[in-house]
């Protein structure tokens, strides 16, 4: 049975520290929990000086939109600057990570597909001061 | 193969408007065209006065965040406003309209699954002022 349509507002989802990364945070804001059968939606958050540490994902890809602020990512080794508008497709496999080098706040959104696991190889250690529970 | 990772910055994707729709355009910032295999972004703007008129989709659902402005959506008869940070899911089937009715534009992102096909059902005429090709 499909799902019932839904409305989740900003404070309705807590964010969650992301293990392995520095003042990062991620809300599931469109997912299973609520019925969507295909792809998830998440919202980052990534305070200045944050990094998400180098991975990739060998079984799915992730579409990415940058809400606010402007951070450094790199994608398969090449770094660039995103900020508010630009969207981001890292295909399954890609090496990436995330980093605020600036003074404001982060937030991007991130879908992924909803395929019951989340494999991630990590490519570096975390970063001092990371979350790892 | 998949795909190589891509950025598509706002400037980078020309908005085309909405077929039977008033002040509404769009433009798909993350799809087949560069390689996404399973889900594909979308950018939607709605003018002040602007209206999509109310549709389904039997086949496929819509996970949308609004990125600036308030409209106001119907959801399976419910009307209610949202604005920046509110994400919408809309399953398969569920008839919903969208009609901005404030001063200032409105954009939101609409993730749909890349399925080739795109059914729509219109259960209402096109407002007036309509783009009608």
């Not at 019932?4 to 520095?22: C, S, T």
């Not at 080794?77 to 496999?93: D, L, N, S, W, Y």
């Not at 937030?107 to 979350?131: I, K, M």
Request: charged content about 20%; hydrophobic content about 40%.
């Amino acid at each position: 049975m499909p799902g019932e349509a839904k409305v989740v507002l900003p404070g309705d989802v807590a964010a969650k520290p992301v293990a392995r990364a520095r003042g990062a945070s991620m809300a599931v804001v469109l997912g299973p929990d609520i019925g969507v059968p295909n792809f998830i939606t998440r919202r980052f958050f990534l305070a200045p000086g944050g990094r998400i540490p180098e991975h990739r994902h060998p079984d799915l890809e992730h579409e990415q939109v940058v809400i606010r602020g402007e951070m450094t990512i790199s994608l398969d080794g090449h770094e660039r600057v995103v900020g508010p508008g630009a969207a981001i497709f890292i295909p399954a496999g890609c090496p990436h990570w995330y980093e605020n080098r600036g003074q404001e706040p982060v937030e991007f959104l991130c879908v992924v597909p909803n395929t019951g696991s989340y494999a991630t190889e990590w490519l570096e250690d975390p970063p001092a001061g990371a979350y790892t529970p």
